[in-house]
C-alpha cells in the first residue's frame, strides 16, 4: 500500500514552504548531512503518530494579470492534483483573495480530488478581518494557521489523518519491492526486459521515455520480485514544470515503497554528479541499494577498468561505500542474472538483527582499540550498545558523557560495526545516548542540544551510513 502523497499548492509568497518545513520539520529526523548532496528538496517523508505520509511543496503557481493560469502552469496544478492523495490549497490570510487564488481554487474544484483550504500567516487576531471572504468560498471550513508560528499545525495533521489511508510503519510484503532508478537513458526499461525475458517496457534511444512508475513481477529460480521502473532523474535545472517535475516525485515515491534500489550506472560515461545525487537520495531514504554499472557492451572490458570505475564510484559516494558494485549489458543482458542473488543478500543485511550480548562483547573489543577523546580531562567510554530497529538496522549507543562520542569517532565504531557484522549494501544508524537523562541534561546544558553532536538526538555521520 502506498503511502498517501499530501501536495501543498498556493500563489508565491503564501507561506507554502514555511508550512511545508513545519509539518516536516517536527519530525525526529535521522538522516544524515552529507555533504555534496542536494539538499534543497520540494519532497519529504513525515510521520504523524505512526503513520506515514509523503508531503510535495509544488512551488508557486502564477497567473497573466488577467487572471489566467498560463498553460504550463495549468498543467503543473492539474498533474500536483492528479498524483496527491489530498491537496492543500494555501492563501494569504493577512490579504484579501486575489485572481490568482480564484484561478487555482477552480482547477481544483474542477479535479473533484479532495481539497483543504488552508488559511496562513493569521498570526493574531488583527489579520482575521478577510475571514469571511474565505468562509464565503464554499470550500466548507478554512483550516487558520500561523505556519511560522505553528498555531493550528496539530488540528491541521488530525484533519489530514482523518482523509488519507493510514499505512502503518511496519507494513511489508513478503515480495520483494526493487525499485530501478538512475539518470535519464541509463538503460532502466531495457534492463527491467531483461530481467523479465520481455519486452514489457517502451525502450527507445530517446532520453525520458518513461514517465510514470512501472511495477511488474517477475520470477528468479520460483522467487517472486516486484520490479518497479521508474522516470530517470534529470539534473534541477533541466526539470521543467510539468511533466519532468512529477516524472521526479514519482521517482521518489518508488525509492520510498521499495526494500532494495538498483542504481544504474551509465558505464560508458561514468560516474557522474547526477549519479552522486541519486545514491544520495537512496541513501538518506536508508534503503538497500546495488550499483549497476550499465552498457559494459560499450566500454573496455578488463578488470583494471572496472577497478577504476569502482574507486572512482567509491570516492565519490564515499557515504556508501558498503554497497555492492555490479558491472551489466541490459541490451545483451550479459550478467543480469546475477542481480538477483545480490538482492537477496542486501536485504538480509538490511533486515539483519544483532544481539544485545554480541554488540556488548563487540563493544568490550573496541575499547582495546581506540578510546574518545577526553571531555573536560575526564574519560568517555561506551557503556553498552543494542540494537533498536532493522531496515534499516539502527543501534543505541550508550555513553557516560555522549559528548565525548565525536562523529569521527562514530565513524570508526561504525567501520568496525561493519567489520565485524557485515550489512554490506544498507544504511546503519547509529544513535548516542545518554546513561540516564540527567547526564543528557548535563551534556547539553550549557550550549543546547546539539543534532550533530548527538546530544539526546539521533547522531548524524559526516561519513558513510
Not at 67 to 78: F, N, T, Y
Not at 127 to 148: D, K, W, Y
Request: net charge positive; hydrophobic share 35%.
Amino acid at each position: 500500500m502506498k503511502k498517501p502523497l499530501i501536495a501543498i499548492t498556493g500563489r508565491p509568497n503564501v507561506g507554502k514552504s514555511t508550512l511545508f518545513n513545519r509539518l516536516v520539520g517536527e519530525q525526529p529526523a535521522i538522516v544524515e548531512d552529507v555533504a555534496g548532496i542536494t539538499r534543497d528538496r520540494n519532497y519529504a517523508s513525515a510521520s504523524w503518530e505512526n503513520h506515514p505520509v509523503i508531503l510535495v511543496d509544488t512551488g508557486g503557481i502564477v497567473s497573466e494579470p488577467t487572471g489566467d493560469i498560463p498553460s504550463e502552469v495549468r498543467k503543473q496544478a492539474l498533474l500536483a492534483v492528479e498524483e496527491a492523495d489530498l491537496v492543500l490549497f494555501v492563501v494569504n490570510g493577512q490579504e484579501p483573495l486575489t485572481y490568482t487564488d480564484r484561478d487555482i481554487l477552480e482547477v481544483l474544484r474542477k479535479s473533484g480530488k479532495k481539497t483543504f483550504l488552508v488559511v496562513n500567516k493569521l498570526d493574531g487576531p488583527r489579520h482575521e478581518e478577510n475571514l469571511p471572504e474565505f468562509l464565503a468560498l464554499g470550500t466548507g471550513e478554512p483550516v487558520m494557521i500561523s505556519a511560522l508560528h505553528g498555531r493550528g499545525i496539530s488540528e491541521l495533521k488530525e484533519l489530514i489523518l482523518g482523509c488519507v489511508p493510514k499505512v502503518p510503519e511496519d507494513e511489508g510484503e513478503d515480495v520483494p519491492k526493487v525499485a530501478v532508478v538512475g539518470k535519464p537513458n541509463a538503460g532502466k526499461s531495457t534492463l527491467v526486459n531483461g530481467l523479465l525475458g520481455k519486452d514489457r517496457l517502451i525502450v527507445s534511444k530517446e532520453a525520458g521515455t518513461t514517465r510514470d512508475s512501472i511495477d511488474t513481477v517477475c520470477r528468479y529460480h520460483g522467487r517472486p520480485y516486484l520490479l518497479i521502473d521508474t522516470a530517470g532523474l534529470r539534473k534541477k535545472s533541466r526539470i521543467d514544470v510539468s511533466v519532468e517535475y512529477f516524472s521526479m516525485i514519482r521517482t521518489i515515491r518508488s525509492i520510498d515503497r521499495s526494500d532494495v534500489v538498483l542504481i544504474l550506472v551509465d558505464a560508458s560515461t561514468g560516474f557522474t554528479e547526477q549519479d552522486q545525487k541519486i545514491t544520495g537520495m537512496v541513501h538518506d531514504a536508508g534503503k538497500s541499494a546495488i550499483i549497476l554499472l550499465n552498457k559494459w557492451d560499450l566500454t573496455e572490458k578488463s578488470d583494471a577498468h572496472l577497478r577504476k570505475l569502482t574507486s572512482e564510484i567509491r570516492n565519490s559516494a564515499w557515504f556508501m561505500a558498503h554497497i555492492p558494485i555490479l558491472s551489466v549489458s541490459a541490451l545483451t543482458r550479459q550478467r543480469i542474472t546475477r542481480v538477483f542473488p545480490v538482492i537477496d543478500q542486501v536485504l538480509a543485511e538490511h533486515r539483519k538483527r544483532i544481539s544485545t550480548a554480541a554488540l556488548n562483547s563487540f563493544v568490550e573489543r573496541i575499547k582495546h582499540e581506540a578510546s574518545p577523546p577526553l571531555v573536560g580531562g575526564r574519560g568517555v567510554r561506551i557503556l553498552y550498545m543494542t540494537q533498536v530497529r532493522i531496515a534499516p538496522p539502527g543501534f543505541a549507543v550508550f555513553s557516560n558523557r555522549p559528548k565525548g562520542l565525536t562523529p569521527a569517532y562514530m565513524r570508526f565504531v561504525e567501520r568496525r560495526l561493519r567489520e565485524e557484522f557485515g550489512f554490506e549494501g544498507t544504511p546503519v544508524r547509529l544513535f548516542i545516548k545518554p546513561r540516564n537523562r540527567q547526564e543528557g541534561s548535563a551534556e547539553s546544558g550549557n550550549k543546547g542540544t546539539s543534532k550533530k553532536s548527538g546530544r539526546s538526538a539521533p547522531h548524524r555521520l559526516k561519513g558513510r551510513g
